[in-house]
T-cell receptor, first 116, second 112 residues
Framework: GAVVSQHPSRVICKSGTSVKIECRSLDFQATTMFWYRQFPKQSLMLMAT?????????EQGVEKDKFLINHASLTLSTLTVTSAHPEDSSFYIC????????????FGPGTRLTVT | AQSVTQLGSHVSVSEGALVLLRCNYS??????LFWYVQYPNQGLQLLLKYTTGATLVKGINGFEAEFKKSETSFHLTKPSAHMSDAAEYFC??????????FGSGTQLTVLP
């Protein structure tokens, strides 16, 4: 149980285009989902927290207009990287928290974004 | 506010030897503590967690960790390393905001 999927697992896009990454909780409902970014050989940095049906809360330094997050249902959150540039190339990981009041997060397998 | 310090970005052990990965935390509220493992190009898998109660927690794959409040530590151990344990390990703390703050990670290498 508690499986989180991400799609796509890898994506290559040209500079200036937008790319959407999906995060789904497959066997539970997630009131809260989180988006992280991980650079090579570094830790995970929280980008934003999204709650179903409300606007995402972005961490300091994360451009909300560049990284659009939508949490339209209790099982799906999407991250859209708009007008991507090579410096946006990274490993993006989502996680989902099943119930309000719990601390545990279940992580997706990650999406490798390469912007050429 | 909370933070996590993982001592040693790289740890090497021989197969069969004790694994000890160090984690110290700082938290203004009673912490919830986690250890995650990450294999290359994959997401994070939960090894174990401490919430309340017993301070020695056992996780998957033979790992365990002990919460020591007086030392603000949550070190991860395994009595006998296996080649398949080679991976990146992250310690994380969750505070009142229920967000995870991760340490910088420790790369574990297991030597044959």
């Amino acid at each position: 149980g508690a499986v989180v999927s991400q799609h796509p697992s890898r994506v290559i896009c040209k500079s200036g285009t937008s790319v959407k990454i999906e995060c789904r909780s497959l066997d539970f409902q997630a009131t809260t989902m989180f988006w992280y970014r991980q650079f090579p050989k570094q830790s995970l940095m929280l980008m934003a927290t999204s709650n179903e049906g409300s606007k995402a809360t972005y961490e300091q330094g994360v451009e909300k207009d560049k990284f659009l997050i939508n949490h339209a249902s209790l099982t799906l959150s999407t991250l859209t990287v708009t007008s991507a540039h090579p410096e946006d190339s990274s490993f993006y990981i989502c996680s989902a928290r099943p119930l309000a009041g719990t601390y545990e997060q279940y992580f997706g397998p990650g999406t490798r974004l390469t912007v050429t | 506010a909370q933070s996590v310090t993982q001592l040693g970005s790289h740890v090497s052990v021989s197969e069969g030897a004790l694994v000890l990965l160090r984690c110290n935390y700082s938290s203004s509220v009673p912490p919830y503590l986690f250890w995650y493992v990450q294999y290359p190009n994959q997401g994070l898998q939960l090894l174990l967690k401490y919430t309340t109660g017993a301070t020695l927690v056992k996780g998957i794959n033979g790992f365990e960790a002990e919460f020591k409040k007086s030392e603000t530590s949550f070190h991860l151990t395994k009595p006998s390393a296996h080649m398949s344990d080679a991976a990146e390990y992250f310690c994380a703390v969750s505070g009142s905001a229920r967000q995870l703050t991760f340490g910088s990670g420790t790369q574990l290498t297991v030597l044959p």
